[in-house]
């Protein structure tokens, strides 16, 4: 388990990394919002029309920075494992992502076949459901899927020129989101913000070398503008792109660009710094946690609601319960990682000293 307190005092090679610890934290947190503006739609709560759709934009907005830089960071962290040989790859990542799928795809689908019903799973959910997803991730863990399949074609990929990998996976990954919108079309895409952080991890640390606030206010606003624009073209371009899915990738780009050199700068200072790292070196717990603490949030929210109205409250839904899931699922994870028989659903039982699952990547 990390052995890394939340204190200043960092060892200079975390603190050289620290900026992408932060920016991992900062996506997970974004994938639990994401989910937590769901529960409007199905929550008994009264909610005013104008604060659901203002929290749909800001979804929206966000939509094509959290997912795909959590996979360009994924990539960069897992340069080294990729640029090893064959055994190290298996060990340090592929089996421990399909590790962590097979365990938390069998103790969600306990959850919510037993306590507590997902609203946003079919309705016949059940254990059959669950074993087709071994080879097809229908579920809110695909990532870790994927971070198994990607290393592997990554590591089968490597010794292809640079320029053309990247540039196959982002032509196909364009191309397959222009004729549909699918898991297939997305995994494809992200394969290719993997590759980036993989391959050319030098580009991603060139960005974070020369982060100036000018650079972080020049892309935010960019990239802001252009989904100005493009929500006037069409407001459910960042769910389903389209044609312009070219423009979407690009604007992922953008928008990852912004976010690192934010968080290279603002981790400077030691304890924001010690806090990014703290929190990014334990996106696990939180990611694979959230949803069921939601389903919780949004139950007692609802309770609080029927006693006493609050439309300030309601406003910050989303805010409120996603603070509760992270805050719960880290607190989860700091109990349960100290007790031996139940910590290995948090813990790979072959990683080798104190390698710890939360850990980067």
């Given at each position: 388990?990390p ?19 932060s ?26 029309q ?10 929206s ?36 992502s ?8 069998v ?12 609203p ?6 059940g ?27 990554a590591?089968?990929l ?14 196909v ?5 222009i ?33 100036k ?13 252009a ?6 073209v ?41 806090i ?20 919780v ?24 319960t ?5 805050c ?8 349960v990682?100290?007790v ?22």
């Amino acid at each position: 388990m990390p052995t890394t307190e939340l204190t200043p005092a960092l060892s200079s090679q975390v603190r050289r990394l620290v900026w992408a610890d932060s920016a991992k934290a900062f996506c997970v947190i974004m994938v639990v919002l994401g989910h937590a503006v769901l529960w409007y739609g199905v929550t008994t709560v009264s909610v005013p029309q104008p604060v659901y759709y203002a929290w749909v934009d800001v979804v929206s907005v966000l939509t094509p920075v959290r997912i795909p830089l959590f996979f360009i960071l994924s990539g960069y962290f897992a340069k080294g494992a990729i640029g090893g040989n064959w055994r190290q790859l298996f060990r340090r990542r592929v089996a421990s992502s399909g590790y962590f799928y097979m365990v938390w795809l069998v103790i969600l689908t306990g959850i919510y076949t037993t306590v507590a019903h997902n609203p946003f799973l079919p309705g016949d959910y059940g254990w059959a459901n669950a074993a087709m997803q071994v080879l097809w991730p229908e579920n809110h863990l695909w990532y870790l899927w994927a971070l198994a399949v990607f290393v592997v074609l990554a590591k089968v990929l490597s010794r292809v020129p640079t320029h053309i990998v990247l540039s196959i996976t982002f032509f196909v990954g364009t191309a397959m989101t222009i004729a549909e919108q699918s898991l297939a079309s997305s995994l494809m895409r992200n394969f290719f913000f993997f590759l980036l952080g993989a391959v050319v991890p030098h580009a991603l640390e060139a960005v974070v070398r020369v982060a100036k606030w000018r650079w972080v206010l020049l892309a935010g606003l960019g990239y802001l503008t252009a989904q100005l624009l493009m929500q006037r073209v069409d407001p459910h371009w960042n769910l389903i792109p389209g044609w312009f899915a070219p423009l979407w990738m690009i604007l992922t780009l953008i928008g990852s660009c912004a976010v690192v050199q934010g968080f290279a700068i603002i981790t400077r200072s030691p304890r924001i710094g010690a806090i990014g790292h703290w929190v990014g070196t334990r996106t696990l717990p939180i990611y694979v946690t959230h949803l069921p603490l939601l389903i919780v949030a949004n139950a007692i929210f609802a309770w609080a609601m029927s006693v006493s109205y609050s439309p300030l409250a309601i406003a910050l839904m989303p805010v409120i319960t996603t603070a509760a899931a992270v805050c719960v699922a880290l607190g989860i994870y700091e109990a349960v990682s100290r007790v031996p028989y139940i910590r290995w659903i948090y813990r790979y039982p072959w990683a080798s000293g104190r390698a710890s699952t939360a850990r980067r990547g």
